[in-house]
């Protein structure tokens, strides 16, 4: 196992989160005043029965304003008291987190927190605690509510909550109390804090790529490399084609990671594609380094406060930007050394995981990669003090391999986010309508090929080769499917082992998702051979609903069945079940285990020799307390005596107070406290059997520790196969989840046409639009499909035309989101598609303001556009929906003219454009050799009523029936009718 190492690294956890390099972690706090939102249930704050617990008492609060932890009134209140004294240094140490610290069993806020975050934010009861030197404000909550109260602290809020724990020596009734872990909104893994484990939960750093990494660093780096380096993408892919008005541009690197599974990417990129990037991976947390005011004020300008789904950003030293940079790789072996500085308490693993050095020694990235990488480890490794989990080096996404989307794109199409913001319902998301995965895995790689579908078509080949050996074997894929239902999230409980969160209930996760990655090896192997027979159709049918007939989706197929074969194979190939893992985690820990490590008991009582041993020697103990307590209920004829004891007070022996004289007389017992009903005593017999039980305890405790360590580190020397398996069967349950649409909703699978670069070859016949389709179907309505062709003979650009409410918008996305699916690996709904691969795909849809930004609609209307028409090349597909109607109509068709003339004659992209504008018509048809027309019909039925058919057809339409629309909206008659009066009058001539 790999150990982290490094003197940096090493200095920079033993001086904890708030000391790295010149600056401070410091976060931009936000959300934390927004109120009190949050339902959660009072507590009653108690002293969690640790040693400084004084009596909670009713009164004035003492003046200590906002806490300055070095302050002298704060010193003369924490004199008296050890909690009190760790507070001040944690507060010292972590000052822009919020510290609950562990005190019994609550989990305690101090000073000024208790009142603004504890009472404002999660509703607690605040109160003054009596010290010996006077009273502070305090409240807590118990401890099992950590996790609801870290989700709304850190995943509602956006803060960052540093966690201190109470650690007791064994046998002593001493605490010691340190932070053990940060956790803020990027490095949150516990499932149960966040929404959706199905999306990634990225944290996300931004580097300046033009900046130097920092002048000692860059010195270091070129020593390291021996010469300078270029990186393997110093440009940005975006800029070859944008000509001019990218000349401005920043070039930036990012790299982003998610703790909880491992996914760690690296990026190159530019000011003006940050926000696709941020649309696509979606950090909760992004990191900018302290000294960059450039990119500190791009990010904030790119999410107005109090925007929902914000970001936390967090400022982190510039220093921390080269911390890994200079190490030799060859030297990252020998810089082991324990990390973690609490290394002496039971929960505190030895170093596991990675070694930053040697990770980002063994990825190849650019420099600027580079740059954002390190700031990331440092940031996350500070977060977790020292320890990080098993990762691969990053990944360098490439965006020429991807095709591009802007956010603006994503939005409009409702990929994986609804158009109508957080509240709207995700049955309206692509993602929602295609989305029948079975584990967290597979919705996270479903989520991220969506917004990330691929241009290479080997790539897309092998995904719908894979799609389609499910589709034409349901037995299989319905065996398979119930096995991934009970398949865990293994790669978060890897992780939450390594970074010391997880308990003996992940062990049981993980060997339970293997027993289930055994038979699913299995049945893949048994089935692979089914690929090389004809398909059963009407079995793969029957798996779903039947509905219209279309062809079914194996029919569509062109590839050969053994390449099929092979696909399917070499999963069968790449998994592995571990049975040896498997089977000590079973014989060990019991099935019932808690999540909590220091539960007592997970272990199976015979699961070794040692523990067989002292469970019989803890049983005979109990045993002979229990006689002792008759011989002396006996003895005394005392039925109240009990044997106690009690952590403040230690081991007595318990009469009701009518009782206490005999006990008393007898001399062999000492009082040692009278209560009103109850007197306690003390006696050498009862305080010698207890220690021995207590010794017997503490030694299971420490076997129990053991055998749990010993499983997780052979758990996380086996991390990169069980992440293999875990990506495995991600792709599995992601065809999987592809081949069960495309039977129900009779997908096709798509054709890709070679990218020779002439003539576009891209043809859709049957088509329709996924959601709404569904959408219709659910409301007893049948979604009219549509053809859709770009070629030589049937034009490059398309002008759509049409009434309000013919169907225009709905086929324009449809277009989009075919491309989408294909490329990604899909089926598409079709009746068949012959399509080229689209390296980019732009679309301008809907009007809409984006005040939050400061931006009318006209302006963010034209903001798109000039993105498109800067960054679209001859392989985009570009889509255009009603382009200048946020302004007036003269310069709206102008500008509409514009564009579209600069897409026939420069970009030389496919583009369907949807307008109301017919005007254009007799000046772009004549004009435009590649342009050509088409119409959404409608049925008139020659007496004023009509019907829309929803089909598209060749030619112009040039009504646009506003009116018959505001009258089915319900626009009050008195103005129909003076609407159609002014109409009539003629005063505004509509130009046919
Ligand atoms: P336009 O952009 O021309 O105003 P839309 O594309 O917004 O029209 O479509 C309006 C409504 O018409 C959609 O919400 C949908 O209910 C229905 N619709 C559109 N296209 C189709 C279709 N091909 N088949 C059935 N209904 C359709
Ligand atoms: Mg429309």
Not at 380 to 408: C, D, F, I, K, N
Not at 474 to 494: K, S
């Amino acid at each position: 196992m790999a150990r982290p190492g490094g003197s940096a690294w090493t200095a920079l956890a033993r001086r904890g989160v708030l000391q790295c390099g010149a600056g401070r972690w410091s976060r931009g706090v936000q959300g934390s005043r927004r109120g009190v939102s949050t339902a959660v249930d009072e507590v009653e704050p108690q002293g969690g029965g640790g040693e400084d617990s004084g009596g909670a008492v009713a009164g004035r609060r003492p003046d200590l304003g906002t806490l300055d932890a070095d302050s002298e009134v704060f010193a003369q209140a924490i004199s008296s008291s050890s909690v009190l004294t760790t507070v001040r240094e944690c507060r010292q140490q972590y000052p822009g987190s919020v510290l609950l610290v562990r005190v019994g069993d609550f989990y305690e806020l101090y000073f000024e927190q208790a009142d603004e975050v504890g009472g404002a934010v999660l509703g607690l009861q605040v109160v003054d605690k009596k010290f010996r030197s006077g009273t502070v404000r305090f409240t807590g909550f118990p401890a099992r509510s950590l996790l609801r109260y870290v989700e709304i602290l850190v995943a509602r809020h956006g803060l960052s909550v540093a966690l201190c724990e109470q650690f007791q020596e064994p046998m002593r009734r001493s605490f010691t109390r340190k932070v053990t872990r940060v956790i803020t909104p990027g490095t949150l893994i516990d499932e149960s804090c966040l929404d959706d484990i199905g999306v990634h939960n990225y944290i996300l750093c931004i580097a300046d790529a033009s900046a130097p990494v920092a002048p000692r660093a860059e010195a270091q780096v070129r020593r390291r490399r021996g010469r300078p380096r270029k990186s393997p993408d110093s440009t940005p892919p975006s800029e070859a084609d944008a000509g001019d008005a990218v000349a401005d541009e920043v070039p930036l690197c990012l790299a982003w990671l998610d703790l909880a599974t491992g996914s760690f990417m690296a990026s190159t990129s530019s000011s003006a594609g940050l926000s696709a990037d941020l649309a696509r991976i979606r950090p909760r947390e992004i990191l900018v380094s302290d000294s960059d005011a450039r990119v500190q004020s791009l990010v904030a300008s790119m999410f107005p406060a109090h925007a929902p789904g914000r970001p936390a950003v967090a400022r982190v030293p510039a220093a921390s930007f080269a911390q890994y940079m200079a190490a030799q790789p060859a030297d990252s072996g020998a810089l082991a050394g324990p990390l973690n500085p609490n290394s002496q308490y039971p929960m505190a693993a030895p170093a596991l995981g990675a070694s930053p050095d040697r990770l980002l020694a063994a990825a190849e990235l650019a420099d600027g990669e580079r740059a954002a990488a390190c700031a990331l480890l440092s940031y996350v490794a500070a977060t977790q003090l020292g320890l990080l989990p098993p990762l691969q080096p990053p990944r360098r996404y490439s965006a020429e391999s991807h095709m591009r989307m802007s956010a603006a794109t994503m939005d409009a199409l409702e990929l994986v986010r609804p158009a109508g913001g957080a509240g709207a319902s995700a049955t309206t998301t692509l993602l929602g309508e295609i989305n029948l995965t079975r584990t967290s895995a597979g919705s996270r790689l479903l989520a991220t090929r969506l917004t990330a579908p691929s241009t290479s078509a080997d790539i897309i080949e092998q995904r719908l080769d894979l799609v389609e050996f499910f589709s034409a074997a349901p037995r299989v894929r319905e065996l398979i499917r119930a096995r991934l239902a009970n398949v865990g999230d293994i790669e978060r409980a890897v992780n939450k082992l390594s970074l010391n969160c997880g308990g003996p209930h992940d062990l049981l996760e993980i060997a339970r998702s293997l027993r289930e990655v055994a038979h699913i090896k299995q049945a893949l192997d048994d089935h692979v051979d089914a690929a090389s027979r004809p398909p059963d159709a009407a079995a793969s049918v029957a798996a779903g609903r039947p509905r219209r007939q279309r062809p079914t989706a194996s029919a569509a197929s062109h590839r050969k069945r053994p390449e099929m074969a092979a696909i399917v194979r070499r999963h069968a190939q790449a998994l592995q079940a571990l049975p040896g893992l498997v089977r000590d985690i079973g014989d060990r820990i019991r099935s019932d285990a808690e999540r909590d490590v220091r539960a007592f008991g997970f272990l199976k009582p015979n699961c070794n020799e040692q523990i067989t041993q002292l469970h019989a020697q803890l049983a005979a103990k109990h045993q002979e307390r229990q006689q002792l307590q008759q011989q002396w209920q006996a003895a005394y004829a005392c039925a109240s005596l009990r044997l106690d004891s009690m952590p403040a007070l230690g081991h007595f022996i318990e009469v009701a107070r009518r009782d206490a004289a005999r006990l008393q007389e007898s001399g062999a017992f000492r009082m040692v406290q009278t209560l009103k009903s109850r007197v306690r005593f003390e006696n050498a017999q009862w305080t010698h059997l207890l220690s021995e039980i207590e010794l017997l305890r503490a030694r299971l405790c420490a076997e129990e520790m053991r055998a749990f360590e010993e499983l997780r580190d052979r758990v996380l020397e086996a991390s990169a196969t069980i992440r293999t398996n875990s990506r495995v069967l991600a792709n599995v349950d992601v065809a999987i989840s592809m081949a069960i649409v495309a039977i129900t909703r009779q997908y096709t699978r798509p054709r890709l046409a070679p990218d020779d670069g002439s003539a576009p070859d891209h043809t859709i016949a049957g088509g329709r639009h996924p959601v709404i389709e569904t959408q219709l179907l659910g409301s007893g309505r049948q979604f009219v499909s549509n053809d859709c062709a770009f070629s030589a003979a049937d034009g490059r650009v398309l002008l759509l035309t049409g009434p309000n409410m013919g169907g225009k918008s709905t086929y324009l996305r449809q277009i989009a989101l075919t491309s989408i699916l294909a490329q990604m690996g899909g089926f598409v709904p079709a009746d068949s598609a012959r399509l080229d691969i689209a390296d980019a795909i732009y679309s301008r849809i809907g009007a809409r303001d984006n005040l939050a930004l400061d931006q009318s609609t006209f302006m963010v209307e034209m903001v798109e556009t000039a993105h498109i028409l800067t960054r679209a090349t001859a392989r985009s597909l570009v889509i255009l929906d009603e382009i200048g109607r946020g302004t007036a109509t003269a310069d709206g068709v102008a500008i509409a003219y514009a564009t579209l003339k600069y897409l026939h004659d420069t970009v030389r992209c496919k583009a369907v454009f949807a307008t109301h504008y017919h005007e254009l018509v007799p000046h772009v048809v004549p004009a435009l050799p590649a342009l050509r027309t088409l119409h959404t019909a409608v049925h008139e039925d020659g007496r004023g009523g009509f019907a829309f058919l929803h089909k598209v057809r060749p030619g112009v339409y040039s009504k646009s029936h506003a009116l018959y629309v505001a009258q089915i909206a319900g626009v009050p008659k008195p103005v129909l009718a003076m609407a159609r009066d002014f109409a009539a009058a003629g005063l505004v001539r509509p130009s046919h």
